[in-house]
């Protein structure tokens, strides 16, 4: 069950590369022409007004994407983008930014899936956004974590749900289907607070798919993120070289597109895919993004190109902040 407009396109825009100096994807500090919190700014400005112009709808954020969420809320007042515009907005808690806008800090986020975090962060969200999100979720959820057995925090995220907010959880890492399904079965009083996940899905590792339709089945909004895998499909290459995988790169050629297009038109050909979120830095970027909607692809395209979860994961924590 989306939350987007009717007419909104099915992809939307994450603000993990744009609200912060230092990320994961590859070739990221070079798509960063200022690092300072104006000049970054401006450029989540820029890129939050070319996917406007471009029909998107939906935008994610967190606290622990820097000032990400300031910059989209400054967006969101600076263009009058309130009730009744058809902007929909997502955040998330538990991970705490500790960086101090420092690309080469050692320690960039400290997660704490506790009730003082949460109870800490809704504000600071709230006076963030300048609104109440659509979606608020757990961020990077795991069995592990204990946070999908706090019976604390799970009482606070039901109140937050009666009020009317989508609350949810992200996954990460190899285990996601295994936490996906503990949450779906998660009950406050006998009713499950949860009706939003965000999920890595992309052709190198598709693994939560099956438990993905299962949420969907279940009426849950599907959010789709690193659709290009932190920038491996994408002209950067998987290990930043531009070494393309070739079953990638001629579908891209055959279709006049980049390789990144390609990646997240897989993603938008599963059926349960609700939201695909974007991660451009740049609207270069977005625009070669947005190349996806135009589209269409069987839902197993590049099916060969997965790998085993446990590798997909350990390369991607290997990938260096820049």
């Known amino acids: 069950m989306t939350f987007l407009p009717a007419e909104a396109p099915r992809l939307g825009l994450g603000l993990a590369a744009l609200g912060r100096p230092g990320y994961i994807n590859l070739g990221h500090g070079a798509d960063l022409a200022d690092r300072s919190v104006d000049g970054l700014r401006a450029q989540a400005w820029a890129v939050l007004?070319?996917?406007?112009?471009?029909?998107?709808?939906?935008?994610?954020?967190?606290?622990?994407?820097?000032?990400?969420?300031?910059?989209?809320?400054?967006?969101?007042?600076?263009?009058?983008?309130?009730?009744?515009?058809?902007?929909?907005?997502?955040?998330?808690?538990?991970?705490?930014?500790?960086?101090?806008?420092?690309?080469?800090?050692?320690?960039?986020?400290?997660?704490?899936?506790?009730?003082?975090?949460?109870?800490?962060?809704?504000?600071?969200?709230?006076?963030?956004?300048?609104?109440?999100?659509?979606?608020?979720?757990?961020?990077?959820?795991?069995?592990?974590?204990?946070?999908?057995?706090?019976?604390?925090?799970?009482?606070?995220?039901?109140?937050?749900?009666?009020s009317g907010v989508r609350v949810g959880l992200s996954t990460s890492g190899p285990a996601q289907a295994d936490t996906l399904h503990c949450a779906l079965a998660v009950g406050v009083d006998g009713v499950s607070p949860f009706s939003v996940v965000q999920a890595t899905w992309n052709v190198l590792d598709p693994s939560a798919g099956a438990a993905l339709a299962e949420a969907h089945a279940a009426g849950w909004t599907v959010v789709v993120k690193e659709g290009v895998a932190n920038g491996r499909l994408t002209a950067h290459g998987l290990t930043g070289r531009g070494d393309v995988p070739a079953p990638l790169a001629r579908l891209a050629h055959e279709h006049g597109v980049t390789p990144d297009a390609i990646a997240l038109a897989a993603v938008l050909a599963q059926p349960w895919a609700d939201v695909v979120l974007s991660g451009a830095s740049t609207t270069g970027q977005l625009a070669q993004n947005l190349a996806a909607l135009r589209l269409t692809l069987p839902a197993d395209t590049l099916r060969a190109l997965a790998q085993p979860p446990a590798g997909y994961w350990a390369a991607r924590a290997a990938l260096p902040w820049q």
């Open 49 to 162: 007004d070319a996917a406007w112009a471009a029909g998107v709808r939906y935008f994610d954020a967190a606290r622990s994407y820097g000032l990400g969420e300031a910059f989209l809320g400054g967006w969101l007042a600076a263009r009058g983008l309130g009730p009744g515009s058809g902007v929909r907005v997502g955040s998330k808690w538990g991970y705490t930014y500790v960086a101090d806008w420092r690309p080469d800090a050692l320690t960039h986020e400290v997660k704490t899936h506790d009730l003082p975090t949460l109870t800490r962060q809704w504000p600071e969200t709230l006076a963030a956004l300048g609104r109440t999100p659509d979606a608020y979720l757990i961020h990077s959820a795991t069995l592990d974590s204990g946070v999908l057995e706090n019976r604390r925090v799970l009482g606070r995220l039901a109140e937050l749900a009666a």
